[in-house]
């Protein structure tokens, strides 16, 4: 059974950074291509960004309100995902959730509980 | 990117009636070499994450009730509840997976 599980969320002074991670167990995560999701409290999904696997060469894609402060890595000896917040805003108050899904070649959806982060003077 | 509108915001549906909601995407997110529709649907229920409901715009997540089904090609598509179980009561989200920055619609809440 897959598992992913967030850490790292809380609270933040605007400008300040966060690092979250995201345990995986259960899948192949060198092989697999990550993905940040996130949502504001009472609000919809944002999708965040993504980090193919290594050997997919990988490559990082982010949504716009978070290009240039947001990096995602990983670290496949550790079966960990990470989101580095930096410059963070009011705005980005929200519960981030690590999520996995491959295509191919069966489709495949698995997501963690969640991480809240609070960015707030 | 691609804008994901889903219509309407908000739905209320008698227990055993059906339920229907629109997602329209700002290009096509249709593709020619496999002939799919790269598109989901998710159904979140407060305090949990999204869980899939519907893939390639019309193919039934395992385990999911056929009640719930998806219609739909390019730029126009439509999930469907045949008829609504209480258990049904949530926000429902349509997501693109077309091109590399990946988008979800607005989202809509069913209410019985």
């Known amino acids: 059974e897959v598992q992913l599980v967030e850490s790292g969320g809380g609270l933040v002074k605007p400008g300040g950074s966060l690092r979250l991670s995201c345990a995986a167990s259960?899948?192949?995560?060198?092989?697999?291509?990550m993905i940040w999701v996130r949502q504001a409290p009472g609000k919809g999904l944002e999708w965040v960004g993504r980090?193919?696997?290594?050997?997919?060469?990988?490559?990082?894609d982010y949504a716009a309100p978070v290009r240039g402060r947001f990096t995602i890595s990983r670290d496949d000896s550790k079966n960990t995902l990470y989101l580095q917040m930096n410059s963070l805003k009011t705005e980005d108050t929200a519960v981030y959730y690590c999520?996995?899904?491959?295509?191919?070649?069966?489709?495949?959806?698995?997501w963690g509980q969640g991480a809240l982060v609070t960015v707030s003077s | 990117d691609i804008v994901m509108i889903q219509s309407p915001d908000s739905l209320a549906v008698s227990l055993g009636e059906r339920a229907t909601i629109n997602c329209k995407s700002t290009?096509?997110?249709?593709?020619?070499?496999?002939?799919?529709?790269?598109l989901a649907w998710y159904q979140q229920k407060p305090g949990q994450p999204p869980k899939l409901l519907l893939y390639?715009?019309?193919t039934r997540e395992s385990g999911v009730p056929d009640r719930f089904s998806g219609s739909g090609s390019g730029t126009d598509f439509t999930l469907t509840i045949s008829s609504l179980q209480a258990e049904d009561v949530a926000v429902y989200y349509c997501?693109?997976?077309?091109?590399?920055?990946?988008?979800f619609g607005q989202g809509t809440k069913l209410e019985i």
């Open positions: 259960g899948l192949t995560f060198s092989h697999a291509w």
């Open positions: 997501q693109q997976y077309y091109t590399t920055q990946w988008t």
């Open positions: 980090i193919k696997s290594d050997t997919d060469g990988g490559t990082t």
């Open positions: 390639w715009a019309s």
């Open positions: 290009q096509s997110v249709f593709y020619n070499t496999d002939n799919k529709n790269y």
């Open positions: 999520h996995f899904t491959s295509h191919a070649p069966v489709f495949i959806d698995y």
